[in-house]
Nanobody
Framework: QVQLAESGGGLVQTGGSLRLSCAASGSTSGFYTMNWHRQAPGKQRELVATLTRRGSTNYADSVKGRFTISRDNAKNTLYLQMNSLKPEDTAVYFC??????????WGQGTQVTVSS
């Protein structure tokens, strides 16, 4: 089973940028969608960005125009470029892969904290 590992989180000031990475332990060629989610303290996990197998992308309204999801096929790595960060972006960010054959893989999460 492919395992996912996020990295790149940290503390950043309002208006700053971070790039999150989600490295897969094996090939992700059999993916259906690849996604970034986030969960703030006391809140439900929310879907932030989606990359479909066809190459289309979708974003939550709250991050549209500021976040960009992308993938490096050769490195089996998913990215989330986050610009113009706001304090309300503070959360633990998780990546997940939904597979063509069914099933879902999750990473362990990486903390993003945006200071005001």
């Amino acid at each position: 089973q492919v395992q996912l590992a996020e990295s790149g989180g940290g503390l950043v000031q309002t208006g700053g940028s971070l790039r999150l990475s989600c490295a897969a332990s094996g090939s992700t060629s059999g993916f259906y969608t690849m996604n970034w989610h986030r969960q703030a303290p006391g809140k439900q996990r929310e879907l932030v960005a989606t990359l479909t197998r066809r190459g289309s992308t979708n974003y939550a309204d709250s991050v549209k125009g500021r976040f960009t999801i992308s993938r490096d096929n050769a490195k089996n790595t998913l990215y989330l470029q986050m610009n113009s960060l706001k304090p309300e972006d503070t959360a633990v960010y998780f990546c997940n892969v939904d597979w063509l054959v069914g099933g879902r893989s999750w990473g362990q999460g990486t903390q993003v904290t945006v200071s005001s």
